[in-house]
């Protein structure tokens, strides 16, 4: 069992920054991909980033590339996701996830392992 837990959120104004933490608990996840998924209210949860296991590849939705940046520190079991130039329609709940076994380095579905969502609110 792996256990996910997600700091970091907060209220920003339009163009600003932030910086998610999923600390990881209860086994390593150096073996594991990770990825970022935030849901708005009202809104199906979307894929938003993804690491490879050893952080060598990345991934972003569309809709975040350029602005975002996800990083992550194995010997720490931690995985971080930089936002910079915040907009009003970022506003949404943030999920860590872990995904175990993968053909893809940077899968955008099937992961097995959430935590419980932080907070992100830009205003203006």
């Known amino acids: 069992q792996v256990q996910l837990v997600e700091s970091g959120g907060g209220l920003v104004q339009a163009g600003g920054s932030l910086r998610l933490s999923c600390a990881a608990s209860?086994?390593?996840?150096?073996?594991?991909?990770m990825g970022w998924f935030r849901q708005a209210p009202g809104k199906e949860r979307e894929f938003v980033s993804a690491i490879s296991k050893s952080g060598g590849r990345t991934d972003y939705a569309d809709s975040v590339k350029g602005r975002f940046t996800i990083s992550r520190d194995n010997a720490k079991n931690t995985v971080f996701l930089q936002m910079n130039s915040l907009k009003p329609e970022d506003t949404a709940v943030y999920y860590c996830a872990a995904r175990v076994a993968s053909v893809m380095f940077t899968p955008r579905t099937g992961y097995d392992y959430w935590g419980q969502g932080a907070q992100v609110s830009v205003s203006s």
């Open positions: 209860g086994r390593t996840t150096s073996s594991y991909a």
